[in-house]
């Protein structure tokens, strides 16, 4: 596609449901990233893949959290029994190969759990 | 580790000044350096880089950023600013061949008054 695509763009749920966000990256994008962001912060690094391969994911704050990229383009971030603190905007970006000094990224999901 | 520091929450500036927005970063090691911009409702998107060589970077919108690294600081510059460059600006570092995470400060909104 054009640019990073995530959905949904919003996702309001309550407390105890599993979501999952998705993140179609820029066509031929190598690597693609995970952040999130909370109101008043800067986006915080969750994870990051090179193709299907998770190279990094020691800012997934617990085990509720999981990405995955099966195929090497599209990517799904889970989150398990969601609690309010996981409330926030999660951002998606991808880069063309390896380290390219830019990521580009999506309009973003936000997440509110009730 | 390495750390960002915007010290500056927001920044209101009339139509056609200049304007600085502050960042400060911390690390041990050698970094690259980023501003991005979010405009509403919008992704992040690259306004200029730093990677190596001269110290005066120029980026998008005749926005410009000098490298200190005496003063271990990155601060973006504007000679006149419009309307149209009402946003939120974030400070960002990465570490070279280190998995590519990025550091993002906690941005700086600044808004432009006619």
């Known amino acids: 596609g054009a640019g990073v695509s995530q959905s949904p763009r919003y996702k309001v749920t309550k407390r105890g449901q599993d979501v999952a966000l998705r993140c179609d990256p820029i066509?031929?994008?190598?690597?693609l990233y995970w952040y999130r962001q909370a109101l008043g912060q800067g986006p915080e690094f969750l994870t990051y893949?090179?193709?299907?391969?998770?190279?990094?994911k020691s800012g997934l704050p617990n085990d509720r959290f999981s990405a995955e990229r099966p195929e090497g383009s599209i990517s799904t971030l889970t989150i398990q029994r969601t609690e309010q603190r996981d409330s926030a905007m999660y951002r998606c970006?991808?880069?063309?190969?390896?380290?390219?000094?830019?990521?580009?990224f999506g309009e973003g999901s936000r997440l509110t759990v009730l | 580790a390495q750390s960002v520091t915007q010290l500056d929450s927001q920044v209101p500036v009339f139509e056609e000044a200049p304007v600085e927005l502050r960042c400060n970063y911390s690390?041990?090691?050698?970094?690259?350096l980023f501003w991005y911009v979010q405009y509403p409702n919008q992704g992040l998107q690259l306004l200029l880089k730093?990677?190596?060589?001269?110290?005066l970077v120029k980026g998008i919108n005749g926005f410009e950023a000098e490298f200190n690294k005496s003063q271990t600081s990155f601060h973006l510059r504007k000679p006149s600013v419009h309307i149209s460059d009402t946003a939120e600006y974030f400070c960002?570092?990465?570490?070279?061949?280190?998995?590519?995470?990025?550091?993002f400060g906690t941005g700086t909104s600044l808004t432009v008054i006619p």
């Open positions: 970006a991808s880069s063309l190969t390896g380290f390219t000094g830019e990521l580009f």
């Open positions: 066509s031929g994008h190598v690597s």
């Open positions: 893949f090179n193709y299907e391969a998770q190279q990094d």
């Open positions: 690390s041990s090691v050698s970094v690259y």
């Open positions: 730093y990677l190596s060589g001269s110290t």
């Open positions: 960002a570092v990465c570490v070279p061949n280190t998995g590519n995470q990025f550091y």
